[in-house]
């Protein structure tokens, strides 16, 4: 049998899960209302390049100890804050206090102007003069391509489709590379079932 609590336990007991659910609702309502959002995307960095929404991000950090540099290409889809959550809890900021000197290629909010976008403007386009500027930046002759879910497949395929792109090392997050696997909404778009058109927003992204 489980032991009895006396009264004076149990009423701490209660007491203590009362206050406890008592944070739990305020910090949920400061939460909704905004004034108790999380610190995101924290780790400080520059932007050192711009093209249209498209920004290279190279973040601060310790004395660079390791090379080459590091070029994180993030998907379109989702925010680059991600992998810099919060401190204390960042890819971003783990790498840069390793040693590491540190890039992030951010795409923004696409609008009209990127509507017309196709994989060969990313992969052909914006990656090589991304590349670019970080050597620029760096002095480095090569970097280490980083991409994560969507910006992972872009830098496969920059790294499968030019001989001399000046990369050492192809690091892939969250990749999918046999597309025929991967469930549900593939599936759907391929068999017909679902028309990308119906997915288009007022931009024509």
């Known amino acids: ?3 009895t609590l006396n009264p004076a336990d149990l009423i701490s007991r ?7 659910s008592y944070l739990r609702a305020r910090n949920g309502i ?3 209302r905004g004034t108790n959002r999380p610190t995101l995307g ?4 520059d932007v050192v390049w711009k093209r249209h929404n498209a920004e290279l991000w190279r973040y601060k950090g310790q004395t660079v100890r390791y090379g080459p ?3 994180i290409v993030h998907s379109l889809v989702s925010r680059s804050y991600i992998l810099d959550l919060r401190p204390g809890n960042s890819l971003v900021e783990t790498w840069t206090k390793a040693g590491l000197d540190v890039f992030m290629l951010d795409w923004g909010v696409p609008d009209e102007l990127d509507a ?3 994989l060969a403007r990313y992969v052909d386009w914006y990656l090589p003069k991304a590349i670019a500027a970080v050597r620029r930046e760096t002095g480095a002759d090569e970097v280490t391509l980083v991409g ?3 910006g992972g497949v872009m830098s496969a395929l920059y790294a499968a489709g030019h001989e001399d792109a000046p990369v050492r090392n192809l690091v892939l997050m969250a990749t999918p590379f046999d597309f025929q696997k991967m469930g549900a909404m593939v599936a759907a778009l391929g068999e017909g079932r679902m028309n990308p058109e119906d997915m288009v927003d007022e931009t024509g992204n």
């Open 1 to 3: 049998m489980p032991p």
């Open 14 to 20: 209660v007491n203590r899960d009362v206050e406890r």
């Open 30 to 32: 400061r939460y909704v």
């Open 42 to 45: 924290a780790t400080p960095k």
């Open 69 to 71: 540099p590091v070029l």
């Open 116 to 118: 017309d976008n196709d």
């Open 148 to 150: 994560y879910c969507l």
